[in-house]
Antibody, heavy 123, light 110 residues
Framework: QVTLKESGPVLVKPTETLTLTCTVSGFSLSNPKMAVSWIRQPPGKALEWLAYIFSNDEKSFTTSLKTRLTISKDTSKSQVVLTMTNIDPVDTATYYC???????????????WGRGTLVTVSS | QSVLTQPPSASGTPGQRVTISCSGSSSNIGSNTVNWYQQFPGTAPKVLIYSNSQRPSGVPDRFSGSKSGTSASLAISWPQSEDEADYYCVAWDDSLNGPVFGGGTRLTVL
């Protein structure tokens, strides 16, 4: 059974660094046909992809947040960690991690999602 | 501003067929497959359609997807009240080296 679970702070102060952890089970982060993404959704707004990390450590970030994001994984712990620096109230959102599946080397879709974690940025 | 363009809302009656459009460009929809996700308030999105027109097991066949050029569509035949949700299209973007989302469409069943 594949599951993903996000964890991290509920409340963060402006200018601080946000660290979120996605703990996965039911698959290995070393599987070459899969990757893990972080996606966020501000209250009442659309989904926004943030970053992904592949089994070979290949990473990619959304252009607008590239300078503020880092992503890493610990395969032995089955965890993917996202950090976002210089957090701002506009970063208030539900943050999801999701598994990406690939077919014939090409991205197919997000087949499993975590339940999400709401992060509020406020002083 | 989302990279893929969707209408903010759509509506239909149970006797109709409702279509939600998703418009992109040559770097995303034009050269990659499209996925559709359904999201109910307070819950995570769920894949409805992948690879333009494939339905995961468990998704009713009243949901169908298609793609032509740089646009895609999600069709819902005989929409039910339980289909009232937000729908998002997603495609890989070769220029951005990542997936891009549409702005979402809220479906109302009248």
């Amino acid at each position: 059974q594949v599951t993903l679970k996000e964890s991290g702070p509920v409340l963060v102060k402006p200018t601080e660094t946000l660290t979120l952890t996605c703990t996965v089970s039911g698959f290995s982060l070393s599987n070459p046909k899969m990757a893990v993404s972080w996606i966020r959704q501000p209250p009442g707004k659309a989904l926004e992809w943030l970053a992904y990390i592949f089994s070979n450590d290949e990473k990619s970030f959304t252009t607008s947040l590239k300078t503020r994001l880092t992503i890493s994984k610990d395969t032995s712990k089955s965890q993917v960690v996202l950090t976002m620096t210089n957090i701002d109230p506009v970063d208030t959102a539900t943050y999801y991690c999701a598994r990406m599946t690939y077919s014939a080397g090409w991205f197919s879709h997000f087949d499993y999602w975590g339940r999400g974690t709401l992060v509020t940025v406020s002083s | 501003q989302s990279v893929l363009t969707q209408p903010p809302s759509a509506s239909g009656t149970p006797g109709q067929r409702v279509t939600i459009s998703c418009s992109g460009s040559s770097s995303n929809i034009g050269s990659n497959t499209v996925n559709w996700y359904q999201q109910f308030p307070g819950t995570a999105p769920k894949v409805l359609i992948y690879s333009n027109s494939q339905r995961p097991s468990g998704v009713p066949d009243r949901f169908s997807g298609s793609k032509s050029g740089t646009s895609a569509s999600l069709a819902i035949s005989w929409p039910q009240s339980e289909d009232e949700a937000d729908y998002y299209c997603v495609a890989w973007d070769d220029s951005l080296n990542g997936p891009v989302f549409g702005g979402g469409t809220r479906l109302t069943v009248l």
